[in-house]
């Protein structure tokens, strides 16, 4: 039994090295996908349908592309937690706007306008994030938390709590329940989004920018990277990323919110790191993000399928997080040793 002993554990140690090598290279997403799929399938027979996964696409596109946002930021080694009162602010703003335009234009004029009003205020929340950031060296959770609460009261302030109703039709049936080819617009407007921050990130000389500053601030400015520019770049970025994502939650709705996307940032940051981001900053791609996120919604959609109480569904996100969390730092150790030759 001695003389065996090495044979057997050589195969062993080798499928322990693969399993670390594999676990480095595609996190821990495809196992958790693989016990949604099958939990969820056992407590619905509507889960798997054509037409419940496109429903559940369509209704959590926004949440795909409030991650990208959210993604975009945490490369730079920040996070943002003022995006869903970003999605709160710009629905009301967006709302306000083509209620007032509606009186005395077409309605493609006044959804036009409400559209632009909406884009301009998400992307100047980011960039006031940016500017206390980048500008003021303030700690990125302490600038977005407070910034969160501001936006969050000025969406309030606006409406004094009462959703904003009376928005064209037409909004709702272009952005909200078409289709294009089978496939709702929602799905077709987050498609785009991954696919203008993977050029962003992948094809252009601000996007590597990105990832040097947040994978190590000092070198990137020792490289003659400008760290303002590129954190003005990443927060102006994610603050245009929620406002449509909220515009697109506002055509489905059919009324403009002051209290939508008050998980957003809790939902996001677990979407990304459940994906593989790191909270470090510096390493992600575009499609962890996206797959992250429709975990996400995977997971809300069988919930409400089962008849999970919300209160459980928020308790499971939380623990979602938390998984991500630990699974991010076990995947960077595991990465050290694995590129050290240790395993």
Known sequence: MTASSPAVARPRNLMVSLAARGFVKIGVLPVLVLVALVVFASMSDNFLTVENIHSALRQNSYIVIATLGQFIVLLTGGFDLSIGAVTALVSVSTAM???AQAESSSPLTAVLVGIAVGMLVGMGCGLVNALGIASLNINPFIMTLA??????GLALMLTSGVPVAGLPVEFSDWLGFNKIFGIGVPIWIAALAAAGLWVLLTLTRPGRHIYSVGSSPKAARLSGISEFRTLLLAYVAAGGLAAIGSVLLTARIETGEANLGASLPLQTIAAAVIGGVSLRGGSGRVI?????AVFIGIVANGMNLAQINSYYQM????AVLALA?????????LAVAVYAGKV
């Open 288 to 292: 962890d993000a996206v797959l992250g």
């Open 97 to 99: 706007a083509m209620v």
């Open 315 to 318: 308790i499971v996100t939380g």
């Open 147 to 152: 910034t969160a609460s501001a936006f969050s």
């Open 325 to 333: 969390v630990v699974a991010d730092r076990l995947r960077s150790r």
